[in-house]
């Protein structure tokens, strides 16, 4: 099958890259957010493959992943065949909605010719589809393999661009804990994040490290800590799992279900996880049993062929 999706969410897009079809992804020359082509910074398989905008338009494809709300049109520019009507296809929400209960309806809700999948049961209840058909798939990932040792007594924390998404992130509340732990920041924009940060323990940026060397950076630091209020379910924070790193997590969104108790310490009081990444801080053998239940409970729930089948159970129902 041959399926045409845009390079938006890079560990997302990993993983369902390494499915059995062809995947082909929009590509621009300045390699913007509608035309970033292959993945710079991920490894991906020779399935998947770039075309312009011109060459899509003599090039026949199976189904269409839409990821955002704009790509309805452009699909249909770029292809010469509306989505849902003259090509099947499918909608993809990452995202948590945002705003008040009663307005958070989803941008193609009432779309019968579409089926929206989301990626959290979480999101699934809280956005309001309408008529559309609506499918849980839930991640799965790339297994990094059980790559924990925890050498370093610090709580590694993962997101990009913690600046600009401020609360939503939890980035106002790393002073918090690096008054308990010592901290490592990775992703996009992480120096920007913590230039302002002053505690006991030290607070150090990682900026942009490729998906390879993050996770073994990751898990060379004795805990993870997610301090997210309200996104998703962030794929680093199952990526930490495979790797065999406890949780301290806030217990929002869909935290809650993904983190078993055995596996690290969710909750909604601050004051609790701080105390859990300063104990997992100096108890390693406490991480690293925790750190073992973590990676089985991903394992179970966020396996890629599990992701994967479910996919090719999908795309079959769209294509038939």
Request: hydrophobic share 40%; net charge negative.
């Amino acid at each position: 099958m041959r399926v045409l999706l845009w390079h938006v969410h890079g560990s997302w897009t990993t993983a369902l890259v390494h499915g059995h079809h062809e995947y082909i992804v929009p590509v621009l020359p300045d390699r913007g957010p509608d035309g970033r082509g292959r993945a710079l910074t991920w490894s991906w398989p020779e399935s998947v493959i770039e075309l312009t905008p011109e060459a899509l338009r003599e090039t026949d494809v199976d189904a269409v992943l839409l990821q955002r709300p704009h790509e309805v049109e452009l699909a249909e520019e770029w292809l010469g065949r509306r989505p849902g009507r003259e090509v099947p296809a499918v909608y993809v929400e990452h995202n948590a909605p945002q705003g008040r209960i009663a307005e958070m309806r989803h941008p193609v809700a009432d779309r019968p010719d579409l089926t929206l999948v989301h990626v959290t049961h979480f999101n699934d209840l809280f956005w309001d589809a309408g008529s559309t058909a609506t499918r849980v798939i839930e991640h799965g990932v790339v297994d990094p393999g059980p790559r924990w040792t925890g050498e370093v007594a610090a709580a590694a924390v993962v997101v990009n661009e913690a600046k600009r998404r401020g609360r939503v992130t939890g980035t106002d509340l790393l002073a918090t804990f690096a008054r308990h732990a010592p901290l490592d920041v990775f992703g996009m924009g992480a120096s920007e994040a913590v230039e302002e940060i002053a505690a006991p323990h030290p607070v150090e940026p990682h900026d942009d490290l490729p998906q390879g060397r993050l996770h073994a950076e990751m898990a060379r630091r004795r805990v993870y800590l997610h301090p997210v209020r309200w996104t998703s379910l962030g794929l680093s924070l199952i990526e930490a799992m495979h790797l065999g790193m406890p949780v301290v997590a806030l217990a929002t969104t869909e935290v809650a279900e993904a983190v078993p108790p055995e596996a690290g310490v969710v909750s909604t009081r601050v004051e609790t996880l701080v105390d859990g990444v300063r104990r997992l801080c100096n108890e390693p053998e406490e991480a690293a049993v925790m750190g073992k239940a973590a990676r089985e409970a991903a394992l179970d729930r966020y396996s890629l062929d599990r992701f994967l089948g479910d996919w090719d159970e999908l795309l079959e129902e769209v294509t038939a």
